[in-house]
């Protein structure tokens, strides 16, 4: 498995699979969330509120992940995960490495060759971002996956840094 690190913008990544940091509402919310939402269109919330119609009525659980179509992003699957709040009374850490695992099995059963992850949690559930990067990259390449290429998407110069220095 191929590991990088881009600068960028998630919902302009031509990959297989996009990650989203998503709520466990599945039904859009800030940030990353919000973003591929409004790019990948009401596709996504529609197949976002089947779910929790079905399978997820009391919400997507933090550390689990689930596909739905990525709408009109250039991705083919959009893999929603809710990462943990951070916590300096409790060690969360199981839960974050949890959705950087179960989103690559989620990419494996569909047959994903390339996902992109954002820095999950680090944004406003406050995960310190070099404890997060380092869950993420170590996370990734223990994983037992068959996808041939992780792209880490960083919105700002600092964590691409960081997590650029974690891919070594």
Known sequence: M?????????TRQQVDAVVNAANSSLLGGGGVDGA???????????E????????????????????TTAGR??????IHTVGPVWSSGED?????????????RVADEL?????????LSTGVYRWPLEDGARIAVES????????????????????HEVFTEQVG
């Open 140 to 159: 990734v390449r223990a994983a037992d996956a068959a996808v041939d290429e992780v792209r880490f998407v960083l919105f700002d110069d600092r964590a």
């Open 36 to 46: 591929i939402h409004r790019v990948g269109g009401p596709r996504i919330l529609a």
């Open 92 to 104: 969360r850490s199981g839960l974050l490495a949890s959705c950087y695992r179960e989103s690559l």
């Open 111 to 119: 047959g994903a060759g390339s996902v992109a992850f954002p820095a």
């Open 73 to 78: 992003l250039p991705a083919r699957w959009v």
């Open 2 to 10: 191929r590991v990088t690190c881009v600068r960028g913008d998630i």
């Open 48 to 67: 976002c509120r089947a779910l929790r119609a079905s399978r997820y009525a009391e919400g997507l659980p933090t550390g689990q992940a689930v596909a």
